[in-house]
T-cell receptor
Framework: NAGVTQTPKFQVLKTGQSMTLQCAQD?????MSWYRQDPGMGLRLIHY???????DQGEVPNGYNVSRSTTEDFPLRLLSAAPSQTSVYFC???????????FGSGTRLTVV | DAKTTQPPSMDCAEGRAANLPCNHS???????VYWYRQIHSQGPQYIIH?????ETNEMASLIITEDRKSSTLILPHATLRDTAVYYC?????????????WGLGTSLAVNP
């Protein structure tokens, strides 16, 4: 099993550009989520989904959109990149909410 | 969500037990204690979780005090590969209170 796959691993964007961070899992997990990790801070939840067709906001949702059309995929869209969105982004999934999460290896995004 | 307090750093000799403490004095009755670790810049890895009974798996043991205000993660025979940041998190297992509140964790250095 591949687990949770995130692409790309690295990305540099210019301010104002948009892009989609991809996340896919092959474990038939219902719950998926996106976090960002910044130096000196813990992981912060951006958006999460408890199943296909259902999404909700986390702590820091502004500037990000998500959708969950299939169980396997949970893409994160940056609508208009800003330097404040420079961060490491992690996608996580679990069998259902409350079980241990499996994390992807992260996407390192720099906005210049 | 209840907050947790962990020492910022600890050292442990290779082959010895590593005991990582966590204080969660404001934990509620329905909140679980979760432990994750993050090796270098990889995605966090789930270790173990529990409600009030002690738990053990192939990675570690979790000891929760009777009043549930603190817990200890035990790595019985630490190896160099256990060098990582260890996060203790409490959260409810149901309802709208789904998000994990991540602190800065304990940076464990296992020394040869």
């Amino acid at each position: 099993n591949a687990g949770v796959t995130q692409t790309p691993k690295f990305q540099v964007l210019k301010t104002g550009q948009s892009m989609t961070l991809q996340c896919a899992q092959d474990m038939n997990h219902e719950y998926m989520s996106w976090y960002r990790q910044d130096p000196g801070m813990g992981l912060r939840l951006i958006h999460y989904s408890v199943g296909a067709g259902i999404t909700d906001q986390g702590e820091v949702p502004n500037g990000y959109n998500v959708s969950r059309s299939t169980t396997e995929d949970f893409p994160l869209r940056l609508l208009s990149a800003a330097p404040s969105q420079t961060s490491v982004y992690f996608c996580a999934s679990s069998y259902r909410d409350g079980y241990g999460y499996t994390f992807g290896s992260g996407t390192r995004l720099t906005v210049v | 969500d209840a907050k947790t307090t962990q020492p910022p750093s600890m050292d442990c000799a290779e082959g010895r037990a590593a005991n990582l403490p966590c204080n969660h004095s404001t934990i509620s009755g329905n909140e679980y204690v979760y432990w994750y670790r993050q090796i270098h810049s990889q995605g966090p890895q789930y270790i173990i979780h529990g409600l009030k009974n002690n738990e053990t798996n192939e990675m570690a043991s979790l000891i929760i005090t009777e009043d549930r205000k603190s817990s200890t993660l035990i790595l019985p025979h630490a190896t160099l590969r256990d060098t990582a940041v260890y996060y203790c998190i409490v959260r409810a297992d149901a309802g709208n209170n789904r998000k994990l509140i991540w602190g800065l964790g304990t940076s464990l250095a296992v020394n040869p």
